[in-house]
């Protein structure tokens, strides 16, 4: 076959953040929060453009961020637990208004330690 006629694709540069449990959970807030400082997001997840702005900061925004709303980023993640007491803990947190209610799945009140 004549190499001209391939088509190249792109794979897409998107990454699901995945965090479980409780340790999972703590190093994914301070991962957030690190992530939130580099793109210059507030605690909403808004773009805070500054004076002199540069587009490094929104420069590859979309491999951990979706933009829910003009210059407003909401984190692709999914935040697990089994009790809902660790991820009311990140809701509470510096970076808990990035995300959506979506993005937290946990189980009921006292389903933590179990073990089958």
Request: hydrophobic content about 25%; glycine content about 24%.
């Given at each position: 076959t004549n190499s001209s006629h391939l088509l190249t694709h792109t794979m897409p540069r998107e990454i699901i953040h995945l965090q479980?449990?409780?340790?999972?959970?703590?190093?994914g807030n301070a991962f957030w929060e690190t992530v939130a400082v580099e793109h210059m997001l507030d605690k909403n997840g808004k773009y805070m453009k500054p004076d002199n702005p540069d587009v490094t900061e929104l420069d590859k925004i979309g491999v951990y961020f979706k933009e829910a709303a003009k210059n407003r980023f909401v984190p692709r993640a999914a935040l697990v637990d089994l009790e809902p007491g660790t991820l009311d803990v990140v809701k509470a947190s510096d970076v808990g208004g990035l995300f959506k209610p979506d993005n937290f799945v946990f189980g009921a009140s006292g389903a933590g330690n179990n073990w089958a």
């Open positions: 479980v449990g409780q340790c999972g959970n703590q190093i």
